[in-house]
């Protein structure tokens, strides 16, 4: 589906953390088109904006590429527009997001149906790709794991499991 929805986490109460409630659907503003529907994409929200990358398309499975991204204005008009940049990464699926000090870290994923371990930063803020020489013991290539980030110890990206 193509569809977005929200819900608002302050309206959650901790005891009932996994029934979500006052869901809502993003209405688009005039002739703006959704994001075409897509599966095993990633997203992250920074500021008022929300991040989709890559996926699968739904009717014939072929990776979605470029690497694209969406960015919703959810201040005021809210419309998607597809931002392609002058550098994407290679289009890939099933893969997570990380949002570290302004900026978007991938590792890994699905391309070509190939599991890769290569890693990726977009700069929120300028909409820059980067690729960062990354060194030491590179975990192998994966895909459908799981990532995340603390800026308290340090700025660190854990990465577990995955095929």
Same mark, same amino acid.
């Given at each position: 589906m193509s569809r977005v929805a929200i819900v608002r986490t302050a309206s959650l109460n901790i005891k009932q953390f996994f029934?979500?409630?006052d869901w809502s659907q993003i209405k688009i503003a005039g002739n703006a088109s959704s994001p075409l529907p897509r599966q095993f994409q990633t997203a992250i929200i920074y500021q008022q904006s929300v991040f989709v990358l890559g996926g699968?398309?739904?009717?014939? /499975?072929?990776? =979605?590429?470029?690497?694209c991204l969406y960015t919703l204005n959810t201040s005021g008009l809210k419309s998607w527009t597809q931002?392609?940049?002058s550098f994407n990464p290679p289009?890939?699926?099933s893969l997570p997001t990380v949002l570290i000090d302004g900026k978007l870290v991938l590792f890994g994923g699905l391309h070509a149906n190939q599991p890769n371990n290569d890693t990726f930063v977009l700069n929120c803020a300028n909409r820059?790709?980067?690729?960062?020489?990354?060194?030491? /013991?590179?975990? =192998?290539p994966r895909y459908f794991h799981a990532a995340c980030a603390s800026q308290q110890?340090?700025?660190?990206?854990?990465?577990a499991g995955g095929i």
């Amino acid at each position: 589906m193509s569809r977005v929805a929200i819900v608002r986490t302050a309206s959650l109460n901790i005891k009932q953390f996994f029934y979500p409630k006052d869901w809502s659907q993003i209405k688009i503003a005039g002739n703006a088109s959704s994001p075409l529907p897509r599966q095993f994409q990633t997203a992250i929200i920074y500021q008022q904006s929300v991040f989709v990358l890559g996926g699968k398309d739904l009717n014939d /499975n072929e990776i =979605l590429g470029p690497c694209c991204l969406y960015t919703l204005n959810t201040s005021g008009l809210k419309s998607w527009t597809q931002q392609l940049l002058s550098f994407n990464p290679p289009s890939r699926s099933s893969l997570p997001t990380v949002l570290i000090d302004g900026k978007l870290v991938l590792f890994g994923g699905l391309h070509a149906n190939q599991p890769n371990n290569d890693t990726f930063v977009l700069n929120c803020a300028n909409r820059m790709w980067s690729k960062p020489g990354c060194t030491g /013991n590179i975990p =192998l290539p994966r895909y459908f794991h799981a990532a995340c980030a603390s800026q308290q110890l340090k700025n660190i990206l854990f990465v577990a499991g995955g095929i």
